[in-house]
């Protein structure tokens, strides 16, 4: 994963070199050598910003680490420049062939250097040491320090059209709090909350059915569909007990976590959060979007737990403090952080879906992550003014370059391309920016008009 995501920055950083090569020769009439000292300098600044950011996640002094990458540059450079002038000095290739084998030991000193030496602090893996760079806190205690006691504990469970699982949900959970029973973990009246998010098949019945034949099964019902963020925080709102848990019905989520986060929370953390340690059982897709969306989000200052969906352990005093947060447009992953607890991690494997579809496909995932960013981060807004900056200083440059020519030179030729294709990207431009700003704009809309995040039809 961290070689791909190496090349991709080699891909752009070689399709932005030329194209500021280009835009100076043709635009701003640079000669060659200054053309191409521009492109490798801007080339080589964004491919820096990304591996350090991206690529590698690395936390090293901004100074030292780019010292180090020039370092390696220069020897990838040279190993390149090296295996061309060897293979056609001594075989009988032409010079594009000649080239291209020399991309092979430019980019395995480039990468293996950048990995090692020049970005030093990266996770090596992007699975569990990706998560122990975001979250440096692991925490370790001893159970002998700790008293054990007998917890009070409330599992919440959003549904949604999950009438295929919910039967082996009950009985994993059944076990489950069998076993923390016999253990004196938790209290025998410990229960389990299924909320219903207005499903449309009989996901309600089966859960009014588990109610009647199992003592700990407890539902909620909503009026209507108010999606899974709404359904969360109407169970984390309505239910009782000293800590509550929140999981998905799918069975993705390790049950056995939860042993871990009682203790965590008998050590005296207030919140406790399940971290998915590896994502072998997501597609590549969804493994890659998903890692490059928490970094997205960590870049624009949301405050968020890597790796983390909606598995973990509150008290009742941080469930208390999250009844003051009010707005509409819910991201819990962004909120729950910002209450300020104590909080602790524990880490588990996801494994596959046990039956049913996936409520989240494509278009509810990029809503979701839009969700987010827009809800947490005012960084679009200020990325718009900076683009708009430079829009206005490459137009003034453009417009100060036509004028030159115009005036001092005999080359002017009159056309469309000059008039139109100004036009077409400034247009482009403003039209981006009113629909970030229109983004804003609908969620202050939807906070002013405080109409309730859900309805609750019935409790059982």
């Not at 032409?94 to 950048?114: D, K, N, R």
């Not at 992007?126 to 009070?152: M, Q, W, Y």
């Not at 920016?433 to 906070?447: D, F, M, Q």
Request: charged share 20%.
């Amino acid at each position: 994963m961290i070689l791909i995501r190496y090349l991709i920055v080699g891909v752009a950083n070689t399709l932005v070199g030329l194209g500021t090569i280009y835009f100076a020769m043709y635009f701003l009439h640079f000669n060659v050598v200054q053309s191409n000292a521009l492109g490798y300098s801007i080339g080589i600044l964004l491919s820096f910003s990304l591996n350090k950011t991206w690529t590698f996640s690395s936390r090293d002094h901004i100074t030292s680490s780019f010292i180090r990458y020039l370092l390696v540059l220069g020897i990838a450079y040279t190993a390149n420049l090296a295996t061309v002038l060897f293979i056609c000095s001594h075989f009988y290739f032409s010079p594009y062939i000649a080239q291209a084998i020399g991309i092979i030991p430019y980019t395995a000193i480039g990468f293996l250097g950048s990995r090692y030496f020049a970005f030093r602090t990266q996770g090596q893996s992007g699975t569990s040491d990706a998560v122990e760079n975001k979250l440096p806190n692991k925490v370790v205690f001893d159970k002998k320090s700790v008293t054990p006691r007998i917890v009070d504990v409330s599992i919440v469970v959003p549904c949604y059209n999950e009438e295929a699982v919910l039967a082996e949900t009950t009985s994993r959970l059944a076990d489950l709090l069998q076993q923390l029973i016999i253990e004196r973990s938790i209290t025998p009246s410990s229960r389990v909350y299924y909320v219903d998010d207005g499903s449309s098949d009989k996901t309600w019945e089966l859960i009014e059915y588990l109610a009647e034949t199992h003592e700990f099964v407890h539902g909620i019902q909503l009026s209507r569909n108010r999606g899974h963020q709404n359904a969360l925080l109407a169970g984390l709102l309505s239910v009782e007990g000293e800590v509550i848990i929140s999981v998905d019905a799918d069975l993705q989520d390790d049950m056995s976590a939860i042993k871990k986060m009682i203790e965590y929370y008998i050590a005296g953390y207030d919140i406790v959060y399940g971290v998915r340690d590896a994502r072998e059982t997501d597609t590549f897709f969804k493994s890659f979007t998903a890692k490059a969306y928490y970094r997205l989000l960590s870049m624009m200052g949301v405050e968020i737990i890597y790796n983390h969906a909606d598995y973990r352990l509150m008290s009742r005093q941080t469930i208390e403090a999250l009844k003051e947060f009010s707005e509409v447009n819910l991201f819990l992953r962004g909120i729950i952080p910002q209450l300020g607890f104590s909080y602790a991690i524990v880490y588990y494997d996801r494994a596959e879906r046990y039956a049913g579809e996936s409520k989240y496909p494509l278009k509810k995932m990029l809503s979701f992550a839009w969700q987010g960013i827009t809800s947490f981060s005012s960084m679009p807004l200020h990325f718009i003014t900076a683009l708009g900056l430079l829009v206005s200083l490459i137009s003034f440059l453009i417009t100060a370059w036509a004028i030159w020519i115009r005036l001092f030179t005999d080359d002017a030729v009159p056309g469309w391309a000059s008039t139109v294709l100004p036009i077409y990207f400034l247009g482009g431009i403003q039209l981006l920016c009113l629909g970030v700003i229109g983004e804003y704009l609908a969620k202050i809309y939807s906070e002013t008009k405080r109409r309730p995040r859900y309805i609750i039809k019935k409790i059982i």
